[in-house]
């Protein structure tokens, strides 16, 4: 029986910054407590990424009442020279709604 392997690797396709901004970008309304939950993080680190995007000029955020509301600055350019696109190139990637039929072009 072939053994399968650890689903708890030493690198991951995205980081934390990237599932972040995806959570985001499709609950601009969520609180930084389901997003730790979502992406497997604690709070706090939440928070540092947050603050990162937002100090980089990819996301704002308003305060409505006692929470925040979210808005990612789309037409951001990717931070890496070897990223050559933008936010909305890498949420369109990430949108879990999509089909393979739609990366094809």
């Known amino acids: ?7 708890q ?10 599932r972040v901004l995806a959570q ?3 609950d601009p309304g969520t609180r930084i407590r389901d997003i730790a939950a979502a992406c ?8 540092k990424i947050i603050t990162d995007l937002e100090d980089g000029g990819y996301l704002t955020h308003t305060r409505r009442g006692r929470t925040n509301h979210y808005r990612v600055i789309l037409g951001t350019r990717l931070r890496h020279p070897a990223d050559d696109g ?4 890498l949420l ?14």
Not at 86 to 89: A, C, G, L, M, S
């Open 1 to 7: 029986m072939e053994e399968r392997p650890s689903s």
């Open 9 to 18: 690797g030493t690198w991951t396709f995205l980081t934390n910054h990237a």
């Open 24 to 26: 985001i970008a499709r």
């Open 40 to 47: 497997l993080l604690t709070e706090r680190a939440v928070q």
């Open 86 to 89: 933008t936010v909305d190139d």
């Open 92 to 105: 369109a990637i990430l949108d879990h709604k999509s089909g393979p039929e739609s990366a094809a072009g």
